[in-house]
Every structure is written in C-alpha cells, then in structure tokens.
C-alpha cells in the first residue's frame, strides 16, 4: 500500500482578492462533497492567514468553514477593515508629518496612516482561535502556518502549531517558530507597513508577511506536505491597455502602490512555483537512495489563478468603494482606468461577491483535476506527474 500524501494548502497575499480564494474552497467543498478538512496542513501569507485561521477553526466540517468564510467575506464593507473617514486619516497623516520634523518629546509618531482595529474586531467575533489549537492537538489537522515579517530581525518568521516535540526551522533569512497561533499573528501577518500597525509578538514587532516571505511554499513543505493546492491572486492573463494615445505623466502614488502590491503579493510566489516545477524535474532523475540521502522528495503541485483581469473586474466596481477612498487614490492620468490599487482595497460587497463567484467559476472549470488532486485512485484524470498545472 502506497503511504499517505499529506497535502497543504498555500493561501498568500492580495488584499480584497483574498475572497478569490474562498470561492476556490467553496468550488473544492462542493466538488468533494463535503466531508472533513480535506488539507492536512494549512499555510497562511498576508490575507491569507485570515482564511486560514477561518478554515481550521472548523476543521472537522469543510462545509461549515467554507460557509463561514463566504458569509464573512460577502458582508464585509471598508468600515470593517478600517477607517476610511478622511479626518481620521488626514489627521494621522499630519501627525505623521510633525513627528518627522519636530522633537520625539514634542510629536509621538502614529503607528499607521490606516486604523484597521474594526478587523480586528471583527476577526475575533468570526473565528474561535481556542477550536484551532485544538484541532491541532485532536490531529484533525496537521499543522497550520501564518507568516510574518520581523522588522528587527528582518526575517520571515512562520508561526506554525503542530503536534508533537518542537520543530523549530531555520534558514536564511527565513524561521519557522512553533506556538499557538491567536489573532496577533493574522493581523500582522497583513499589516502593510505604514498602511496597518505592526503587531508585537515576543518582544518584536512584526508586518505584512509577504514583505520578506521568498519561499511561500517553503512552510508548508517544512511541516511535511507532500503535494500543494496553490490558490493565486494575480490574473493568470493580465490585460493589455492600450497606450496609444497615453500621454507619459510621472506615476501617482496610487500608480506606486498598486505596482508595490503586484510586486509584494506575486512574484515571489510565481517564482518559487517555478523553481520548485524545476526541482521536481530533478529529483525524478534520481534513485529511492539518492533521495534519501539528499534529504529530497518530488511535491505535487497545483495551482489556480484568476481567469480574468481584476483590475477590469475592480473597475467594474470601482464606484462601491467609498467617495472619499476613491478621492485619496485618485490618479491623474489616464493610466486610471488600470484599476490595479482598487483591485487591491475595494472591500465592498459588489466585488467582493464577483470575486467569490469567479473563484468557484474557475474551480470548477478545472474538477477532474482537483479530483486527482485528492483522490488520484477515483480519478481518470491524468497529468504529468508532479509538474504545476499552470507551467
């Protein structure tokens, strides 16, 4: 009898487009018919810790916890992530200002242009943390993972709970520390600097995982996955405008912060996919032995992206999103109509719900592989072995 694959699944980074995700796990929910957590390990980046943490604090009921989640992303609103009242942001801004001027004595610094204790708050009415650590110890889960940036160490450090003796990791730049997860971790694990507070976790203040995070796949692995459900944010075709008649303006700061957010949320991820497709081309060379030896074994690999654009899909919506946040991210050239920050920040129901749905959509376009992907015995699916899907 051939031994157990272990499966992880790998939720990373995309601000709003973290509700893609959830309409991927509906899809696979109802694809497998229900039943009990069908990942035995669960890693979390940036947004994707939330979901993360939603899904084991359900464990024994997949179902359940991917309801919960969509239940939660469809009623979320700006409001509830934070404070979108531009007094409150203008006067942070220029306490901001003072305290880059004057004395520390004079002006305290504020800790983020962005309140997001309206998430926080509602993070902890949503997910029961204490049923996570215990679906941990009752092994109805593996191991589950979130992942943050130190900003003293300057370290990626994976907050992980699994069963059993300390299974600490270290790597460049790169750790993994075993403890009991609570929502300090999935709040700094999306806190974007300056944007959202970092958060203090053993005498450090932690941000946004995906700023140090180059091996999104590596935890996962680390706590024993032998094949990864990869759910992606970036539009697997991105679109192409038409710049004919776009005459060259110098880049806006909403211009700069949507590039920064492609670049933080994706590319690593993208990266680390490809090197693990060419890893796995390796190890297929090599005998039993060999592998043993080298500490080396083949992940399978599958990985689902957004069909179509977002940034189409978020300009579509772009008039939910509150007047005075589409005022602040104003751009001033016709390079506006890319929409790419708005796909980013647009926590309101209308696109929300669109991106739920073309998740589910997009799942279930790909079944007969999900099915191999979890019951390769019941499937008549065939790929190449061990190679991502998406290459």
């Given at each position: 009898?051939?031994?157990?694959k272990?499966?992880?699944?790998?939720v990373t980074?995309?601000?709003a487009?973290?509700?893609?995700?959830?309409?991927?796990?509906?899809?696979v929910?109802?694809?497998?018919?229900?039943?009990a957590?069908?990942?035995?390990?669960?890693s979390?980046?940036?947004?994707?810790?939330?979901?993360?943490?939603g899904?084991?604090?359900?464990?024994?009921?997949f179902?359940?916890?991917?309801?919960n989640?969509?239940?939660f992303?469809?009623g979320?609103t700006?409001?509830?992530?934070f404070?979108?009242?531009l007094?409150?942001?203008f006067?942070?801004?220029i306490?901001?200002?003072?305290s880059?001027?004057?004395?520390?004595r004079?002006?305290?610094?504020?800790r983020?242009?962005?309140?997001?204790?309206?998430?926080?708050?509602?993070?902890?009415?949503?997910?029961d943390?204490?049923?996570?650590?215990?679906?941990?110890?009752?092994?109805?889960?593996?191991?589950?993972?979130v992942?943050?940036?130190?900003?003293?160490?300057?370290?990626?450090?994976?907050?992980?709970?699994?069963?059993g003796q300390?299974e600490?990791w270290?790597?460049?730049?790169?750790?993994?520390?075993?403890?009991?997860?609570?929502?300090d971790?999935?709040?700094?694990?999306?806190?974007?600097?300056?944007?959202?507070?970092?958060?203090?976790?053993?005498?450090?203040f932690?941000?946004?995982?995906?700023?140090?995070?180059?091996?999104?796949?590596?935890?996962?692995?680390?706590?024993?996955?032998?094949?990864?459900f990869?759910?992606?944010?970036?539009?697997?075709?991105p679109?192409?405008?038409?710049?004919?008649?776009?005459?060259a303006?110098?880049?806006?700061?909403?211009?700069?912060?949507?590039?920064?957010?492609?670049i933080i949320?994706h590319d690593?991820?993208?990266s680390?996919?490809?090197?693990l497709?060419?890893?796995n081309?390796?190890?297929?060379?090599?005998?039993?032995?060999?592998?043993?030896?080298?500490?080396?074994?083949?992940i399978?690999?599958?990985s689902?992206?957004?069909s179509?654009?977002?940034r189409s899909?978020?300009r579509q919506?772009?008039?939910?999103?509150?007047?005075?946040l589409?005022?602040?991210?104003k751009?001033?050239?016709a390079?506006?109509?890319?929409?790419?920050i708005?796909?980013?920040?647009?926590?309101?129901?209308?696109?929300?719900?669109?991106l739920?749905?073309l998740g589910?959509?997009?799942?279930?376009?790909?079944?007969?592989?999900i099915?191999?992907?979890?019951?390769?015995e019941?499937?008549?699916?065939?790929?190449?072995?061990?190679?991502d899907?998406?290459?």
């Open positions: 009898m051939s031994p157990v272990l499966s992880g699944l790998v980074g995309g601000g487009r973290g509700a893609y995700q959830v309409g991927v796990l509906r899809a929910n109802d694809i497998l018919d229900g039943g957590e069908p990942f035995d390990i669960i979390g980046i940036s947004v994707g810790g939330l979901n993360a943490a899904l084991a604090s359900v464990p024994d009921d179902a359940a916890s991917t309801a989640l969509e239940s992303w469809r979320l700006t409001s509830q992530v404070d979108p009242r007094r409150k942001i006067g942070t801004a306490k901001l200002g003072f880059m001027i004057l004395p520390k004079m002006a305290k610094a504020p983020s242009l962005l309140d997001n204790t309206p998430l926080r708050e509602t993070l902890l009415k949503k997910i943390f204490d049923r996570i650590a215990l679906a941990v110890e009752d092994n109805a889960i593996t191991a589950i993972s992942t943050c940036s130190g900003y003293e160490t300057g370290y990626a450090v994976t907050f992980f709970d699994k069963k300390n600490d270290h790597r460049v730049r790169r750790e993994g520390r075993q403890r009991t997860l609570d929502i971790e999935v709040m700094a694990s999306a806190a974007l600097p300056l944007l959202f507070p970092a958060v203090e976790i053993d005498g450090e932690f941000g946004d995982g995906a700023l140090r995070q180059t091996s999104p796949l590596a935890p996962s692995i680390h706590l024993g996955a032998d094949k990864l990869i759910i992606g944010t970036r539009d697997s075709t679109e192409e405008p038409d710049l004919s008649d776009l005459k303006e110098y880049p806006s700061v909403g211009d700069l912060g949507g590039y920064a957010l492609d949320f690593s991820l993208e680390d996919i490809e090197r497709t060419r890893l081309q390796l190890v297929s060379h090599l005998t039993l032995e060999e592998r043993r030896e080298a500490n080396l074994k083949p399978e690999v599958f689902i992206n957004p179509v654009s977002l899909l978020a919506h772009a008039p939910e999103m509150p007047r005075r589409r005022w602040l991210i751009r001033r050239t390079a506006s109509a890319l929409g790419r708005e796909s980013y920040l647009l926590f309101e129901p209308g696109y929300i719900g669109a739920i749905d589910y959509a997009d799942a279930m376009a790909r079944r007969d592989e099915v191999a992907f979890f019951r390769p019941a499937s008549s699916y065939t790929t190449t072995p061990n190679q899907p998406t290459t």
